[in-house]
């Protein structure tokens, strides 16, 4: 998923300190000394774009033995490596850290009542993870599996040909993997004031005494959990009822739970209406209803979803299909309106997850270079949105069952009926597993616990492999864990098989033969 920087940031900001950690991860992203290499006669593949989907689908086609060329406007790793899913963990996970040593007492362990929180030293660590990741990604690595790597914008010039630096590439085949970046809330002032993206709050050298975070969505959930944990005086403002709106309800209100346990400030139903700053700070008005409050911040981060890179491309000359919302128009094969072009990632999906453009990418280049017939839809996409409890989906929800004329049944286990849970005092949450009625099918989940993204895979396995829930009561986990959940809801599963009349048995085990 690659960079692309937002129009306007925060006057306050700068680039990131450019110290070891980071001269380490430009190295390996983008030497600055760098020279793009003379073109080959004709490419095999072309991949615009050096973020998840792109190095994906370079890897994959150069295993195979064809001649492939990378080109990326900035950094290679994208969002992912550079200002996403990488910084935003290792942030993630020193904000829960801290949490965890103010609630020590809880488990008989006596912490200083005020631990001091040393911001500039969580960054740090922050970028040293950062760099040491950057390796997978780097320029080198493409290299060593001999990859072409052109850094530059590129254009495309016809059908088959595109240009980057004034150099002409031709291919066969070309993959368009060029991401996404924040979209930006059309809010008056915001402009003038100031305000940062996912894209730039990762080059905070001083942790803001008051932040405001624009939108419910996973990005800015994450984001206002960790910087109130580490002091921030965090508000959040949504303007749906709920967070994270595509979730399941309690989900999302157990959620709304633990932020009021932080001390996050909420506020739902709410639209911010307007920015302005006045004596240095930076006064925001909102609505909530009819009601008008203004509150005053020093940053205000920006979440309420991404954009497809789709500018600067020159597609109307590749004869590809796009537009500005839904980014390159792909078919289930993720080919375009060219044959000769396929696309994948963020700039074409739907649901902009790590996970999906790495799929969609090896997708892509199968269908391109082996004439192969791989469908998007037919993958079993698992997502986590990474606060504290965790929140985890996999498959249908139950209103789209419905909408579907499927009959649900779901099991539900509630997190403080297991063992592990309680040892750890990580009670908040539950599994709920959703079956076709009168079938152990499992159609989708729904997990929210300290270790949701972990334990979704499981149940995730088991859809890909067509394992039914009751099959799953048969899976033994080591004791205790708190995937045990899963297994209680499988004996749930099993406990209401046996007690269909013997005839109904009967008849559901002749049609699974």
Known sequence: MPISAAPLVSESLTAAPLDEAERDRRAHVRPPDWKNPTPATLYDLVVIGGGTSGLVAAHTAAAQGVKVAL???????????????VPSKALI????????MREAVQFGVQTPADIPVDFAMVM?????????????????????????????????????????????????????????????????????????TNEHVFNLVELPPRLLVIGGGPLGCEMAQAFCRFGSHTTIVQNWPLFLPKEERDAAQILSDAFARDGIEVRLNTEVVGVRVEGGQKLVDLLSDDYHSTIAVDEIL?????????????????????????????DDFMRTSNRQIYAAGDVCLEHKFDNTADASARIAVHNALRLSRRRFSKLTIPWCTYTDPEVAHVGMY????????????????????????????EEAGFVKIHVREGSDEILGAAIVA???????NEITLAMVANVGL?????????YPTQAAAITKAADACERAYYRLPFWA???????RR
């Open 71 to 85: 080109i990326e406007r900035r950094f290679l790793g994208g969002n992912c490596l550079n200002t996403g899913c």
């Open 93 to 100: 996970r020193s904000s829960r850290l801290y949490a965890e």
């Open 124 to 196: 740090r660590h922050m970028r040293k993870v950062r760099a040491r990741l950057s390796r997978s990604s780097s320029v080198q690595e493409l290299l060593t599996a001999g990859i072409d790597v052109f850094f530059g914008q590129a254009q495309f010039t016809g059908p088959a040909a595109l240009e980057v630096e004034g150099a002409a590439l031709r291919f066969r085949k070309a993959v368009i993997a060029t991401g996404a970046r924040s979209d930006v809330p059309s809010i008056p002032g915001l402009e003038a004031a100031g305000f940062l």
């Open 302 to 330: 920006t979440g309420t979803g991404r954009v497809p890179n789709v500018e600067g491309l020159n597609l109307k000359a590749a004869g590809v299909n796009f537009d500005d919302d839904r980014g390159v128009h792909v």
């Open 398 to 425: 139950v209103r789209q069952a419905r909408e579907r004329g499927i009959p649900v049944k779901t099991f539900t286990i509630l997190m403080h009926d297991v063992d592990r849970a309680v040892v750890d005092g």
């Open 450 to 456: 300290r270790h949701a993204g972990e334990m979704i």
């Open 470 to 478: 009751r099959g799953l009561s048969r899976v033994m986990h080591p």
């Open 505 to 511: 048995r009967l008849r559901r085990w002749l049609q």
